[in-house]
């Protein structure tokens, strides 16, 4: 079955959030080690990135490593860099070439500097591109951007250019990392695994959460497709009444 044509363009999620589960088991039952998953992993990014503009998804944001992860093995996270810096180098070329655009968010300075020149080298390229923006989240950790972000918030306060009553949600989110970006509309997980992880808790207040037994290495376009149907058959109601929003949608 071509799913692609069950999608109505109409009603497609802005902004699409990824949670990559599963690399680590998919390896692990193929007898190898986990970084066999990381790699076979990229073809996923790829396919889901194709699919996402060809449909018309506006953002994609990936969950590619996380400040927990810094404390895998060394071994582990050192290929981990090295296939990012691969990746980054492979992959650029191409999205630059379809109009993506790179950009990164969270604790970016804690990846090691080759890996930061890749990344800076690929935003500075795509910048100007408009067509789908990929987020790839890095060193990055939901309750670290919180924590970041009233930081952020609490220096202004101590420097006396903003008021405790002036904080508002419009305040805070421009304090986030993904300040530039709209909330997802659409959270994937794969794997089977049922939980956010630490991952955009700010921004997912009312997002759909799609969650699907694939490992994230076998997922592919069809799997992509197929969260995007899940998705257009809810009703978004964003704490209202049914016929609450119904009435909003006629206005």
Known sequence: MDLKQHINEEKLPDHVA??????GRWAKQRGKERIF???????????????????GVSYLTFFAFSTENWCRPHLEVETLMDLLVHAIGNETPELHKNGVRLQAIGDLESLPELCREKLNEAMKLTEKNTKLIVTVALSYSARWEIVNATRKIAEKIANKTLSPDQIDEDLLHAAMETASLPDPDLLIR???????????L?????????????????????????????YQRRERRFGKLNKQVAVSKNL
């Open 18 to 23: 990824l949670i990559m589960d599963g690399n």
């Open 37 to 55: 998953g990381h790699e076979n992993g990229v073809e996923a990014v790829r396919d889901t990135v194709k699919a996402a503009a060809e449909i």
């Open 190 to 200: 794969t794997s089977g695994e049922l939980r956010i992880s630490n991952f955009l």
């Open 202 to 230: 700010w921004q997912i207040a009312y997002t759909e959460l799609y969650f699907t037994p694939v490992y994230w290495p076998d997922f592919r376009r069809e799997h992509f497709y197929q969260a995007i149907i899940d």
